[in-house]
């Protein structure tokens, strides 16, 4: 980034580099006035005051300032902010700075660290803002947390899942003190500064050559410094102000969701180890297969782009706009699908559209189709995982978020993990065949434009000497737990005698197989027809005539599992007599007040919405009651679970331990109660099942593995 570097000498001179402030008075939302205390820690006498204080008290809130968001590759602690009442109407707030770059009379980290685990393995309670993300920066320095965890994202969630932002600043504004971004802003206006000086970037920015292909980057200055060049006295006030949101929000606002949804924020809570010690693991990866996956798809943009060009009949860059007035200004096309802003689309659909009617445009939209299909491969599911693999240990290490899958598309929260830097989550499951160039300069002798490519991500994952990989899925446990639920005969039917639901469901309505999954699917993820029509074949060439066949299927398809909608209307009408609120039988509450919007449509809206929630989230609690049973049986026979892919668990497992865990895994996979009968004991039950498959060499390469007559695992195929 251009921009003249400023000295470092200079930095103390910014504005805010020495402010402090030893105390204030605010009102919170209570209406209470309290009196803050700030404390910087800069001595031992300080440190060793702190501890005493610290050490004595219940209830505590622990936050940390770091070098970055990964400690397993390389961020680190750079100061501690801790919290407590410490009188009637008195919070009192200490930060303690330990690697800040330009700061003098800084405390030594082993002393601070050796601290730290006495107050947070005293008895009591300890809150976060994110006590996963703090146990990860706290193990490399030797610091473990004993106290009785109580994480404040975790419990907005529960209290309101539909919150439009969890994040502590947001929550404490909008719950604690008006303006609680004051600090925040000032820090990131200072460090934007210090960014310019030093001509970097301040946040990640993707880097592609003029034709799309990532040419990876160098770290932004978040990525390299954190907070860490940051000075102390702005730092630790906004430090002391994050630890105090976290106290109040969880002592004060949210006090009562432990006791009120006490089942879910139990195991979601507990959830939070289990999930630390996958991050901290971290995934053994093929960086060469991944580089290799680069550059192919790198040569498949190339090629496209210049076919794109050619087609043309001018150099062309794909942006939106440009697209926007190919096709609608140069072109002249009619648009055939707009956005929600009532703008002509132009994304895939609307391209598909255009070529079927106006087919003398097909091969730029095939070309067009062909890039973006590459062009997704090669950020996502390549140049990403580049960034985040750690050069001494060979591994990668995703985040998990705890949120979840939270919103989709306008579909209800479900309460699903997802994963982040990189995204493990929505790896292809199969090996994604792309419209590839495979020309001689890309594949040599015998290439032919045009043929199919094939990538697969899963081969990047690999397994290292020694170790059996155990993969188990869940078995259409969405449709199983559909069919729990509505009690539909049809369904109970099919998997009481292990018949195909599909292939049911495609003989009943006299349709085509993908058709009739997604169908099944549909009335799980809240889906209409227009969801339906655009997964039919036929529907770009006659998309009306698709939507007509689509709701006639659609309402075929509820007069044979009649029992569906009777279940969501019967639901939607509790939810309304109860104040719209729905707790599912796993504890989590769902609250969906358009249920009693005046408009049908915003109504019906929220009845999609509800069976979704009920459903998927549903089989996501149970997914996270199988990693809280798992996990511990991975690690008695010295294994591990490595991730969560939605309803698959990976473990790792010494080959010679792998018969001893693998049978009680698949038994705890298996073996729930809640389903031997009804919902709340009242008609049939569902069988859960899970299929097993195992791999030595990576995860593109697993063989099939089941349960014998004797309930042992035996080999497959």
Sequence with gaps: MPGARTNVANQFELPGTETWLDGEVVTPKSGRPLTLRYNLVRTPEALMAMRDVLVATRDIAWDTETSGLKAA??????????????????????????????????????????????????????GYAHAKFEWQMGRPDGIAATREAHDVLILALIANENEPTFQLKALADKYCLPGARTEEKALEAWMRAD????????????????????????????????????????????????????LYLWLVHYH????????????????????????????????????????????????????????????????????????????????????????????????????????????????????ADVSKFHSTYSANFLRYISTDTGCIYPSYNAMGERKKGGVAVTGRLASQDPNIQNIPRDPVHLIGCRCKK????????????????????????????????????????????????????????????????????????????????????????????????????????????????????????????????????????NGCVYVSPFGRPRRLLDLRAPEEWIRAKARRKMMSSIVSGSSADLMKLAMLRTAPI?????????????????????????????????????????????????????PIEAKAEITTTNWSEKKAFAKAIDGRVTRIG
Excluded at 89 to 95: N, R
Excluded at 213 to 238: H, N, Q, V, W
Excluded at 354 to 364: F, I, N, Q, S
Aim: with cysteine.
């Design 442 to 577: 890309c594949v040599g002798e015998g290439g032919v434009i045009g043929e199919s490519l094939v990538v697969d991500a899963r081969a990047y994952f690999t397994v290292e000497d020694g170790i059996t990989r155990l993969l188990v899925d869940f078995g259409q446990i969405e449709l199983r737990v559909l069919a729990w639920f509505t009690q539909d005969p049809n369904l109970l039917n099919a998997y009481h005698n292990g018949l195909d639901v599909h292939a049911m469901t495609e003989a009943m309505l006299s349709i085509d197989r993908p058709t009739a999954k997604q169908a099944n699917f549909l009335t799980i993820y809240g889906g209409t027809e227009m969801a339906l029509a655009v997964r039919m074949p036929g529907y770009f060439e006659d998309p009306d005539g698709t939507r007509a066949r689509a709701k006639q299927i659609l309402a075929r398809f509820f007069e044979k599992y009649a029992s569906i909608k009777q279940f969501e209307h019967r639901m939607a009408a509790q939810m309304v007599r």
């Design 73 to 126: 590759l390389g961020a680190r602690i750079c100061g501690h902010a801790f919290a407590a009442q410490t009188g009637p109407g008195e919070i009192s707030c200490w930060y303690v700075p330990i690697r800040h770059h330009l700061a003098v009379n800084q405390l030594p980290v082993p002393l601070v660290s050796q601290v730290a685990v006495e107050i947070l393995t005293a008895p009591g309670r300890c």
């Design 256 to 371: 009562a969701v432990p006791n009120q949804f006490g089942e879910v924020y139990a195991r979601d809570s507990q959830l939070q180890a289990v999930l630390h010690e996958m991050e901290w693991a971290g995934l053994p990866v093929n960086e060469a297969a991944i580089r290799s996956a680069h550059d192919l798809t790198g040569e498949q943009i190339r090629h496209w782009r210049k076919r794109l060009s050619e087609l043309i009949g001018r150099d062309f860059d794909p942006t939106d706009d440009n697209l926007h007035k190919l096709f609608y200004d140069e072109y002249r096309y009619p648009p055939l699908k707009y956005t929600k802003s009532k703008a002509p689309s132009v994304d895939e659909e609307a391209r598909k559209l255009l070529a079927a009617k106006h087919p003398e445009c097909k091969p730029v939209v095939d070309a067009l189709n062909a890039l």
């Design 634 to 686: 991975a690690k008695k026979a010295g294994g591990a679970l490595k991730k969560s892919i939605h309803d698959e668990l990976v473990f790792d497992i010494p080959t010679a331990q792998f018969e001893a865990a693998a049978n009680p895994i698949l038994e705890a996979m298996t073996d729930w109660p809640i389903f031997q009968r009804g919902p709340e004991g009242f008609g049939r039950g569902i």
């Design 195 to 246: 960014a310019r000086g030093l001509g970097m970037h301040y946040k990640p920015v993707r880097e592609t050559d003029e034709i799309g292909i990532d040419l990876g980057r160098e770290p932004s200055y978040l990525e390299r410094f954190g907070y860490a060049r940051t000075p102390i006295g702005l730092c630790g006030k906004y430090a002391c102000r994050d630890v105090f949101y976290t």
